[in-house]
Protein backbone atom coordinates (compact mmCIF):
# COMPACT_ATOMS: atom_id res chain seq x y z
CA UNK A 1 0.00 0.00 0.00
CA UNK A 2 1.58 3.54 -1.15
CA UNK A 3 -0.09 7.00 -0.65
CA UNK A 4 1.68 9.91 -2.58
CA UNK A 5 0.83 13.29 -1.70
CA UNK A 6 1.96 16.38 -4.79
CA UNK A 7 3.23 19.29 -3.81
CA UNK A 8 4.76 22.54 -5.40
CA UNK A 9 1.99 23.36 -8.06
CA UNK A 10 1.03 27.24 -8.74
CA UNK A 11 1.01 29.84 -11.46
CA UNK A 12 3.83 30.66 -13.50
CA UNK A 13 4.33 33.19 -16.22
CA UNK A 14 5.89 31.35 -19.61
CA UNK A 15 9.52 31.05 -19.34
CA UNK A 16 9.66 30.22 -16.02
CA UNK A 17 10.28 27.46 -13.85
CA UNK A 18 8.52 25.17 -11.10
CA UNK A 19 9.23 21.94 -9.08
CA UNK A 20 6.99 19.38 -8.00
CA UNK A 21 7.45 17.09 -5.04
CA UNK A 22 5.82 13.44 -4.63
CA UNK A 23 5.71 12.35 -0.92
CA UNK A 24 5.05 8.61 -0.84
CA UNK A 25 4.36 6.56 2.33
CA UNK A 26 5.33 3.46 2.61
CA UNK A 27 8.57 2.29 0.43
CA UNK A 28 9.44 3.07 -3.28
CA UNK A 29 12.74 1.75 -3.24
CA UNK A 30 11.77 -0.62 -5.56
CA UNK A 31 9.00 0.86 -7.62
CA UNK A 32 8.89 2.66 -10.45
CA UNK A 33 7.72 6.43 -9.84
CA UNK A 34 6.22 8.82 -12.56
CA UNK A 35 4.40 11.73 -13.34
CA UNK A 36 1.48 12.69 -15.32
CA UNK A 37 -0.56 15.16 -16.48
CA UNK A 38 -4.18 15.87 -17.56
CA UNK A 39 -5.28 19.15 -19.47
CA UNK A 40 -8.68 19.99 -19.68
CA UNK A 41 -10.25 18.51 -22.72
CA UNK A 42 -7.18 15.98 -23.22
CA UNK A 43 -6.61 12.61 -22.29
CA UNK A 44 -3.86 11.65 -19.56
CA UNK A 45 -0.36 11.40 -20.44
CA UNK A 46 2.34 10.31 -19.46
CA UNK A 47 5.43 13.05 -18.55
CA UNK A 48 8.26 11.27 -16.98
CA UNK A 49 9.21 7.94 -15.35
CA UNK A 50 11.95 7.08 -12.91
CA UNK A 51 13.33 3.56 -12.58
CA UNK A 52 14.28 2.38 -8.95
CA UNK A 53 17.99 2.74 -10.08
CA UNK A 54 17.57 6.02 -11.26
CA UNK A 55 16.99 5.56 -14.89
CA UNK A 56 14.88 8.01 -16.50
CA UNK A 57 12.28 8.48 -19.67
CA UNK A 58 10.70 10.84 -20.57
CA UNK A 59 6.81 10.62 -22.40
CA UNK A 60 7.96 13.07 -25.80
CA UNK A 61 11.72 14.83 -26.53
CA UNK A 62 10.34 18.49 -25.55
CA UNK A 63 9.64 16.94 -22.38
CA UNK A 64 13.21 15.35 -21.69
CA UNK A 65 14.71 18.63 -23.10
CA UNK A 66 12.74 20.61 -20.43
CA UNK A 67 12.04 18.43 -17.68
CA UNK A 68 14.15 16.50 -15.15
CA UNK A 69 12.87 13.84 -12.93
CA UNK A 70 14.77 12.39 -10.21
CA UNK A 71 14.56 10.70 -6.56
CA UNK A 72 15.25 9.97 -3.33
CA UNK A 73 14.54 6.55 -2.24
CA UNK A 74 15.80 7.49 1.73
CA UNK A 75 12.87 9.95 1.75
CA UNK A 76 10.71 8.39 -0.04
CA UNK A 77 10.42 11.66 -2.09
CA UNK A 78 10.14 11.80 -6.44
CA UNK A 79 10.59 15.36 -8.36
CA UNK A 80 9.94 16.90 -11.27
CA UNK A 81 12.15 20.03 -12.39
CA UNK A 82 10.18 21.67 -15.43
CA UNK A 83 12.26 24.64 -16.86
CA UNK A 84 10.82 26.94 -19.74
CA UNK A 85 7.39 26.30 -19.48
CA UNK A 86 4.64 27.14 -21.95
CA UNK A 87 0.91 27.38 -21.43
CA UNK A 88 0.32 24.05 -23.35
CA UNK A 89 1.92 22.74 -20.05
CA UNK A 90 -1.05 23.82 -18.42
CA UNK A 91 -2.65 20.61 -16.43
CA UNK A 92 -2.99 18.94 -13.56
CA UNK A 93 0.08 16.85 -12.70
CA UNK A 94 0.52 13.85 -10.80
CA UNK A 95 2.38 11.62 -9.18
CA UNK A 96 2.23 7.70 -9.41
CA UNK A 97 4.07 4.33 -8.60
CA UNK A 98 4.06 1.10 -9.73
CA UNK A 99 1.97 -1.82 -9.48
CA UNK A 100 2.85 -4.06 -6.13
CA UNK A 101 2.89 -6.90 -9.08
CA UNK A 102 2.17 -6.64 -12.65
CA UNK A 103 3.27 -6.90 -16.22
CA UNK A 104 5.05 -4.13 -18.21
CA UNK A 105 7.55 -2.84 -20.43
CA UNK A 106 9.45 -0.07 -17.67
CA UNK A 107 8.61 2.58 -15.79
CA UNK A 108 8.12 4.53 -19.07
CA UNK A 109 5.20 1.78 -19.69
CA UNK A 110 2.97 4.93 -19.16
CA UNK A 111 -0.65 3.22 -19.60
CA UNK A 112 0.42 -0.46 -17.97
CA UNK A 113 3.02 0.31 -15.00
CA UNK A 114 1.45 2.71 -12.99
CA UNK A 115 -1.38 1.81 -9.94
CA UNK A 116 -1.21 4.53 -7.28
CA UNK A 117 -1.96 7.76 -7.83
CA UNK A 118 -1.72 10.74 -5.98
CA UNK A 119 -4.54 13.44 -6.16
CA UNK A 120 -2.66 16.05 -8.05
CA UNK A 121 -1.10 19.95 -8.15
CA UNK A 122 -2.26 22.48 -10.73
CA UNK A 123 0.13 23.96 -12.53
CA UNK A 124 -0.78 26.95 -14.26
CA UNK A 125 1.40 28.69 -16.98
CA UNK A 126 0.50 32.47 -18.37
CA UNK A 127 1.04 33.97 -21.48
Known amino acids: QVQLVESGGGSVQAGGSLRLSCAASGGISTKCMGWFRQAPGKEREGVAGIFPGGGTVYGADSMKGRFTVSRDNAKNTVYLQMNRLSPDDTAMYYC?????????????????????WGPGTQVTVSS
Open 96 to 116: AASADRGYWRGCGDFTRAYAY
